[in-house]
């Protein structure tokens, strides 16, 4: 079913959305109120080491910093296992965005907890804070196969040291900005790993064919790694932006220091080209088939996000091939309400649709 939500929608509080999953009984994934669920989940701070990432010509670490949020029964019953999360942050931040940052991963997953017909999973997030200050999840050369590191190193790592439900009907995925774009990208190539989407204000999603003529100069005006190094020291994103977007999708590993090729002189347009064939909505018509296999998506983006036109771009695409998607356009800017949003929807959205019960 889709759900298109406009502006002047209050958003729901905290106890109107525990409120709603009582009276929807959990849904399809969730079971009764968890054994040990009345003490505090815990964070803990691991590393996974990639190799898919090894031998980057960024020279990006493959060994990444990674958090883990346990729930509350995880300690309190050894006997079960639980599905995963994996939650992917946006450019610019680290594995404590959503801790530290954009939610505070440990109370709202704590309190919801304890809620009657929700299921907690663990969640993970990595760290994909590179050179440039965002890997945009993606397969380089330059900074090495992000695709597979979340969608096979982070995940067996998980199931090797955690008591997880090693099946795609019991890992979800889902990102905000660059992280709701590598949850798209990684999704629609692995359905074969997840079994539930959640795309929160996805950056990236259509093809950037004209861009400003001064971001491309300040790019290129970086041709040493220690000015790309001082580039990413800055606040905000500057000339970073197109250099990590660069090292993603037109590596080069014949153009070093950096190795990569911007759109600017004679180049442009071929270098343009790539950028493009990296856009989700230009590739989604050859991953219908892959699409149809998730047990739900979920779509969402703040009216006042410059990036609601593209989500809204995604929601047309999924519906126009019959592929089921929630899809909501609520109050807020691009970072405003991600943590409202991750407690009261993202969140509940797995405890629905993840499988809890490894028999069924």
């Known amino acids: 079913m889709t759900k298109t939500t406009v502006a002047g929608v209050l958003a729901m509080a905290v106890a109107g959305g525990v409120a709603m999953l009582d009276a929807q009984g959990g849904g399809r994934g969730a079971g009764p109120r968890p054994p040990g669920a009345t003490g505090p989940g815990r964070v803990e701070q691991i590393t996974v080491h990639g190799k898919s990432l090894e031998g980057n010509l960024e020279g990006d670490s493959p060994d990444r910093d990674v958090t883990v949020y346990l729930p509350p029964s995880y300690a309190g019953d050894q006997s079960r296992r639980f599905p995963v999360v994996y939650l992917l942050h946006g450019y610019g931040g680290r ?194 088939r892959d699409l149809r296999l998730y047990r739900a998506i979920a779509i969402d983006v703040g009216d006042q996000d410059g990036l609601r036109a593209d989500a809204g771009k995604l929601h047309d695409a999924l519906t126009n091939y019959g592929i089921a998607n929630d899809f909501e356009i609520y109050p807020g800017t691009h970072t405003s309400d991600v943590a409202v949003r991750f407690q009261e929807h993202v969140l509940p959205f797995f405890s629905r649709t993840l499988l809890f019960d490894p028999a069924k």
């Not at 955690?162 to 995925?173: C, D, E, F, M, V």
């Not at 932006?241 to 590993?253: G, H, K, Q, R």
């Not at 153009?255 to 347009?269: K, R």
């Open 95 to 288: 594995e404590n965005t959503f801790t530290e940052r954009l939610a505070s991963l440990l109370e709202s997953s704590d309190r919801l907890a304890v809620a009657q017909g929700f299921s907690s999973a663990i969640v993970v997030t990595p760290s994909a804070y590179t050179l440039h200050k965002g890997a945009m999840y993606s397969n380089s050369p330059t900074t090495g196969d992000w695709e597979r590191f979340i969608a096979e190193d982070l995940v067996a790592y998980m199931d090797s040291h955690y008591r997880t439900l090693p099946s795609r009907l019991s890992r979800g995925l889902a990102g905000h900005s660059m992280g709701g774009y590598g949850a798209l990208k990684i999704g629609m190539k692995r359905p074969d790993v997840f079994g539930a989407l959640y795309v929160m204000s996805a950056c990236c999603l259509t093809a950037n064919r004209n861009p400003r003529p001064e971001s491309m100069a300040a790019a290129a005006a970086i041709t040493t790694r220690e000015q790309a190094e001082e580039a990413a020291r800055a606040p905000g994103f500057g000339p970073s932006t197109t250099l990590a977007s660069a090292a993603a999708w037109s590596p080069n590993p014949k153009n070093p220091p950096l190795y990569l090729d911007l759109p600017v002189g004679d180049q442009q347009q071929a270098v343009l080209a790539r950028w493009a064939a990296n856009a989700p909505l230009a590739f989604l018509d050859q991953y219908v």
